[in-house]
Nanobody, 122 residues
Framework: QVQLVESGGRLVQAGGSLRLSCAASGRTFSRLYIGWFRQAPGKEREFVSAISWNGGSTDYEDSVKGRFTISRDNAKNTVYLQMNSLKPEDTAVYYC???????????????WGQGTQVTVSS
């Protein structure tokens, strides 16, 4: 069993930066792929970024490429999402998820956190 807890979300002005953290429990964390998703009010959950089990492979949704960076520290059982040059359209609840395959679709991810709110004001 893996439990995920996101943190770091808050209100920030456009152009600002945030670093989200996804802390995991469980001995299998270092073998899991981790994805970040977000969901804005009235919209479907959408893929943001993902990282392979060893950090050697990453993927980004086009709108965040060059602004967001995903990384992981397996010794700390934590994945990070550094978000720079934030825009109002980045406003959403951000979720981290863990699974055994790397994918942009939420279905295959087996474990999910409770989410952290990111609000970007214009």
């Amino acid at each position: 069993q893996v439990q995920l807890v996101e943190s770091g979300g808050r209100l920030v002005q456009a152009g600002g930066s945030l670093r989200l953290s996804c802390a995991a429990s469980g001995r299998t964390f270092s073998r899991l792929y981790i994805g970040w998703f977000r969901q804005a009010p009235g919209k479907e959950r959408e893929f943001v970024s993902a990282i392979s089990w060893n950090g050697g492979s990453t993927d980004y949704e086009d709108s965040v490429k060059g602004r967001f960076t995903i990384s992981r520290d397996n010794a700390k059982n934590t994945v990070y999402l550094q978000m720079n040059s934030l825009k109002p359209e980045d406003t959403a609840v951000y979720y981290c998820a863990a699974g055994w395959v790397v994918t942009r679709t939420p279905g295959p991810y087996r474990y999910w956190g409770q989410g952290t709110q990111v609000t970007v004001s214009s």
